[in-house]
C-alpha cells in the first residue's frame, strides 16, 4: 500500500551522486511508506548489500543466525541458582514464533553440567524384572524402527517463580522452560519387548549418564504407550545440552522425567524414591502435605506478543501471539482478554494442533492507545480449562515451586511497555 508523494531531496541527490542503482527507475519517484505515508528513501537508495558480492558458499559450513539476531538467546537469571552447571536458562519464547523451537534455543537444565559423550561409547543397558538383560550401542538402536513425533517438554519447575505473586518480568522468565521439537527414536515398548519385560514388573528406573547420573521412576504403563527412546530432534543429532546421543521422550509428563544422556533402564515392581521424585518435584499443598507424582503437566498458555521484553511499538494494526499446549492431548480452544476478564474472544489458531505439543494462537488487533490487560486461557481436548492464580492457590498454597499452570497477566501501558502483573 504505497501512495505516491513529493521527490525525496536526499534520496535523489544521492541518486545523482552516481550510485549505479539496480532499480534506478523508482529513484525519483519518492514512494511513501505503507503506514506513515511519508517518503522512505530506503527504498530508492541502492544499499551496500546490493552494490557488493555476498559471501559464498565455503564461508558457513553450519549455518547461524543473521548477525541481527545476537539479541535472540536463552537468558538465565543470575540470582536463582548457585552454580552455571546445576542451572537452568529460559527459551526466547517472545522472539520466536510458529510451534517448533529451533535447537539452539530450547533451554537447558541441568544438574551437573552437559555429559560430553563420543557416541560409540555410550551404551544403553536394560535390565532388572526382565528375561533377557541387553546392551545396545547407538548403532544397534539406529537399526531398529523408529518414528517420528513433535512434543513439548516443560520443566514442572516453569513459572515457579510466580507462586507468591508476579515476579520475573518476561514471558522468556515467566514460562521460558518449554521447548517443542521434533524427535527421532525408537518407541521404549519395543526394546522392552525385546528383553522380555516380567509379570511382576510394574515401574522402571530411568538414569542418565551425566556427572549428576540424574534418575527417576517412570510407570511401567506410560513405558508401554508413548515413550521414545530418541537419538535425533529436529531433524539432527541432539544437541549435548539437550542429552546427545540419547535421551527418554515422555509426552506431556514433566520434563525431569526426560532423561538425558540416558545410560540405563532397569525395570522393577515399584518406584525407587529417587532424590528427584522425593526431595524434589512434589507439590506442597496448602496444608502441609506432599503430593507425590505429579507426572501430567495441565493446560497452560501464555501471550508472548506483546510482553514485558516485546511491548507495544504502534497504534493500530498490531498481532498478538501465543502458545498453549497440554500434557493430557491437544488444545481445543484458546481464550483471550484485552481488558483484564470483562470481555474474552477465541483466539485463531493457526498451524499444526498436535497432541502433547506447543500449538500456536493470534489474535489480530487494533490498538487505540489505552491500557491494556492481556491474558489467555487455554482449554484441552478432554475440556480441561486452565485456571487462575488464585483458583490453583486455594488448593496448593503459596509454597509451592511446581505445576504453576495459572493464568498469566500482562499489563500494556498507553506508551507500550508491558508488565508482569496480576489482578484480583
Ligand atoms: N541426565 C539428566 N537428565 C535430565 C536432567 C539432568 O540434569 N540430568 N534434567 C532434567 C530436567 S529437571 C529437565 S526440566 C529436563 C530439561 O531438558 P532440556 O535441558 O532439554 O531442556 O531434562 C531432565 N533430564
Ligand atoms: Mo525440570
Known amino acids: 500500500m504505497t501512495s505516491p508523494a513529493k521527490p525525496d531531496p536526499l534520496s535523489r541527490r544521492r541518486f545523482l551522486g552516481g550510485a549505479a542503482i ?6 525519483g519517484t519518492g514512494l511513501a511508506h505503507a503506514e506513515t505515508g511519508k517518503p522512505d528513501p530506503l527504498i530508492t537508495e541502492v544499499q551496500d548489500w546490493s552494490r557488493y558480492l555476498g559471501e559464498g558458499v565455503d564461508k558457513r559450513p553450519y549455518g547461524t543466525p543473521s548477525r541481527f539476531e545476537k539479541h535472540v538467546m536463552r537468558r538465565d537469571v543470575s540470582w536463582l541458582t548457585a552454580s552455571p552447571e546445576s542451572s537452568v536458562n529460559f527459551t526466547p519464547l517472545h522472539e520466536l514464533d510458529g510451534i517448533i523451537t529451533p535447537s539452539g534455543l530450547c533451554f537447558e537444565r541441568h544438574h551437573g553440567g552437559i555429559a560430553d559423550i563420543e557416541p560409540a561409547n555410550h551404551r544403553l543397558m536394560i535390565h532388572g524384572l526382565v528375561d533377557k538383560p541387553l546392551v545396545f550401542t547407538m548403532e544397534d538402536l539406529k537399526r531398529m524402527p523408529r518414528q517420528n513425533r513433535i512434543y513439548f517438554l516443560e520443566c514442572a519447575a516453569n513459572s515457579g517463580m510466580e507462586w507468591r505473586g508476579a515476579q520475573l518480568n518476561g514471558c522468556q522468565f515467566t514460562h521460558g522452560m518449554v521447548h517443542n521439537v521434533m524427535y527421532t527414536g525408537v518407541p521404549l515398548k519395543t526394546l522392552l519387548a525385546e528383553a522380555g519385560v516380567k509379570t ?43 542429552g546427545y546421543p540419547l535421551r527418554a521422550v515422555i509426552p506431556g509428563w514433566e520434563g525431569n522425567l526426560w532423561v538425558k544422556w540416558l545410560r540405563r533402564i532397569e525395570v522393577g515392581d515399584q518406584p525407587w524414591q529417587a532424590r528427584e521424585e522425593t526431595s524434589k518435584y512434589t507439590d506442597l499443598l496448602a496444608d502441609g502435605r506432599s503430593r507425590r507424582f505429579t507426572f501430567f503437566m495441565d493446560a497452560k498458555s501464555v501471550v508472548t506478543n506483546p510482553s514485558p521484553q516485546a511491548p507495544l511499538k504502534q497504534k493500530g494494526r498490531n498481532v498478538l501471539s501465543g502458545l498453549a499446549w497440554s500434557g493430557r492431548g491437544t488444545i481445543k480452544r484458546v481464550d483471550v482478554t484485552l481488558d483484564g476478564g470483562k470481555n474474552w474472544q477465541h483466539a485463531r489458531i493457526d498451524g499444526p494442533v498436535l497432541d502433547k505439543s506447543l500449538t500456536r494462537f493470534y489474535v489480530d488487533f487494533d490498538w487505540t492507545g489505552q491500557d491494556l490487560l492481556i491474558q489467555s486461557r487455554a482449554m484441552d481436548s478432554t475440556g480441561y480449562l486452565q485456571p487462575t492464580k488464585e483458583e490453583l492457590r486455594k488448593i496448593r498454597g503459596t509454597n509451592s515451586i511446581y505445576h504453576n499452570n495459572g493464568i498469566q497477566t500482562w499489563h500494556v501501558k498507553a506508551n507500550g511497555e508491558t508488565e508482569n502483573v496480576e489482578i484480583g
Open 22 to 27: 539496480a532499480g534506478a527507475g523508482l529513484a
Open 200 to 242: 511382576n514388573a510394574k515401574w522402571l528406573l530411568l538414569e542418565g549418564a551425566d556427572s549428576s547420573g540424574m534418575n527417576r521412576s517412570l510407570p511401567l504403563e506410560k513405558a508401554l504407550d508413548d515413550v521414545l527412546i530418541a537419538f535425533a530432534m529436529n531433524g539432527e543429532a541432539l544437541r549435548p545440552e539437550q
